[in-house]
Every structure is written in C-alpha cells, then in structure tokens.
C-alpha cells in the first residue's frame, strides 16, 4: 500500500512537534509500520515493554525508557530483523482500588463495602478503561513503535490464564512450594502488599526492659525490645553463642512473661551481645529477621493480630 509523503506547503520558523509529530504517527499506523511481520526467514527480535500502571499517565520516566527501547526496536527493523515491541499495562492492584475508593467516597460519600463487590469492581474496570486508554494514546503520541494491535492488559482473561497454567507445572514440578511467610500487610485493604509499596521511616523509639523467668520461677533473663506489643507471640529468646553472660543458660527454658508458656534459649550468631541486654526476644510472626532466625531453628510461629491489626484470642 502507498501512502503519500507529508506535504509541506510552509516551513515554520520554530519546530511544532503537535503538527509534525502527528503527521508521521498517522502515516506510519497507516503503513501497518509497527505491526510484527513474522517470517520464517527472519531472526525474531523481541522486547517486552514494562508495563505500566494504569493508576494514572506516563511521565518522563516511561519516555526515557521507551526512547532507548524505540531506538532498539527501529534500528533491529532496519537490520532485517522480525521485531516485536511488545506493549502493555499493568493492573497495579492495591494503587488502583486506593484511587477508585478515594474517588468513591469524594463523590458519593461511600465506602467499597457500603456498595458491595459487584459495583465496586464495575467501577474499577470503568477507571482502568479511562486511564488505561490514556497510556495508549500517550504512546502513540511519543510515536513509540509498539505494535498496537498486540496490546495487554494483565488482567486479560488469556494472560492470567497462561499464568496460571506456568504457576500450577512449576509447582508440580516442585519449583515453587507453599509455605508460611511474612509479608507487607494493609489492615485497611485486607491485603498483602509489595516490598515496593512500602515506604520506611527512621523513628525515635524506647527499650523497654522485661524479664523473662525461668521455669522455676528465679530471675531468668532481662530482655531489651522496642515491640513489648509482640512478646505474647515470642518462640524463643537468642543469645550469641560466644556470649558468657547467658552460655550456661543456653537450652533451658523461660517463661514468656504474662502467659503460661516456656520457650528455649537459644544460640545465633545473629544476636549483637552489646544491643540491649545481649537478649533477643524471637517472634517470628512478626519481625522479618526472627522469622529467619526461626527457620533456622525450627521454631513455630505465632500471629497474635488479626488481619484488621488488633490483638487476636492467640494474644489471651
């Protein structure tokens, strides 16, 4: 199909990007000049572009990563190549339904559960066409060479069924197992969240000094923590192996204060003898490290939160 060159009747004196640029996207779509032509004669060069989040439009950062994979992606063309720049957007669950929900309640004063499930998800898919077209448009716009006609959305039925089937053979093949494990969790959405969703703040805080006896009830070990919170779901409390003050003590049991239960001590090179007391309280269900230190030790794991964040029935 030919397609007839960009007539320029006038050079403007400065560069107008919203004519030019709009001129060449049309006549390169109407070429079909992004559409993979695969061919067995051809060597396949791929890039799958990273899909970006539907919660709101592309910024600078999309266009200098698009520009270097544009650039890839016109130059392998050149070169003979079956090129596919693949393009996308992501769901971004948890961002998404915080952005519809703020909408929601500064529109109708209403809350997700208030609405139900049903609506509350209609009203999700209709901000994702919203916005998910935005991100399109502004590809196109940039003149990025995706090839449009294959675009997805990460919640399309035969993308998470592809999923799915890759998730169920590697479990049967035992590359991936179940198991408990911390994670990020939001008491407001009742959900887990992604190490990158979290934002960490360096706070001022105290020691709160608590001994723990031993199982005949004499003085046992003085512990230093900054979550007393967290000691009715204690496992254990560590010590440095190289530690004089507690070796002796090492195997025996203390009892957790304000329960009836006894839990060993225990040595890992994890404790720092000079932090606090030179005693760690291990709660597995609820500090990363201990979780590992847990593991390391075979040391069940208690929760004493619900997921809304209170304290549980396990707390007593």
């Given amino acids: 199909m030919e397609v007839a060159a960009p007539r320029v009747d006038e050079l403007a004196k400065a560069y107008d990007p919203a004519i030019v640029e709009n001129i060449w996207l049309k006549r390169w779509q109407e070429l079909g000049a992004f559409?993979?032509?695969?061919?067995?004669?051809?060597?396949?060069?791929?890039?799958?572009?990273?899909?970006?989040?539907?919660?709101?439009?592309?910024?600078?950062?999309?266009?200098?990563?698009?520009?270097?994979?544009?650039?890839?992606?016109?130059?392998?063309?050149?070169?003979?190549?079956?090129?596919?720049?693949?393009?996308?957007?992501?769901?971004?669950?948890?961002?998404?339904?915080?952005?519809?929900?703020?909408?929601?309640?500064?529109?109708?004063?209403?809350?997700?559960?208030?609405?139900?499930?049903?609506?509350?998800?209609?009203?999700?898919?209709?901000?994702?066409?919203?916005?998910?077209?935005?991100?399109?448009?502004?590809?196109?716009?940039?003149?990025?060479?995706?090839?449009?006609?294959?675009?997805r959305f990460t919640m399309d039925a035969n993308y998470t069924h592809s999923i799915r089937t890759a998730f169920v053979h590697l479990f049967e093949k035992g590359y991936i197992t179940r198991g408990q494990r911390m994670v990020n969790w939001c008491p407001r959405c009742l959900t887990s969240m992604s190490d990158l969703e979290v934002k960490y703040e360096t706070t001022s805080s105290f020691l709160y000094h608590v001994r723990y006896l031993d199982a005949a009830g004499t003085p046992g070990v003085v512990i230093a923590t900054v979550r007393p919170e967290t000691i009715l779901a204690d496992v254990a409390v560590a010590v440095h192996p190289a530690d004089a003050r507690y070796r002796s003590l090492i195997g025996s049991h203390l009892r957790v204060p304000l329960t009836e239960r006894l839990v060993p001590v225990i040595a890992d090179d994890h404790v720092d003898p000079d932090f606090g007391t030179g005693a760690l309280k291990i709660t597995p269900g609820h500090d990363p490290d201990d979780f590992v230190i847990a593991e390391r030790h075979q040391l069940p794991t208690i929760d004493v939160l619900t997921p809304a964040g209170k304290m549980s029935e396990v707390a007593g």
């Fill in 35 to 151: 559409r993979t032509q695969l061919a067995h004669e051809k060597r396949p060069y791929l890039i799958p572009c990273p899909p970006p989040n539907v919660t709101g439009a592309l910024h600078i950062g999309h266009a200098v990563n698009g520009t270097l994979q544009d650039v890839l992606a016109r130059a392998k063309r050149m070169m003979g190549y079956a090129v596919l720049w693949q393009p996308g957007t992501d769901h971004a669950g948890i961002p998404t339904q915080l952005l519809v929900e703020r909408k929601l309640f500064l529109e109708h004063g209403k809350s997700r559960q208030e609405i139900g499930r049903d609506e509350f998800l209609r009203q999700v898919w209709a901000w994702k066409e919203e916005y998910g077209n935005t991100i399109i448009d502004q590809f196109r716009r940039l003149g990025a060479s995706l090839d449009y006609d294959r675009w």
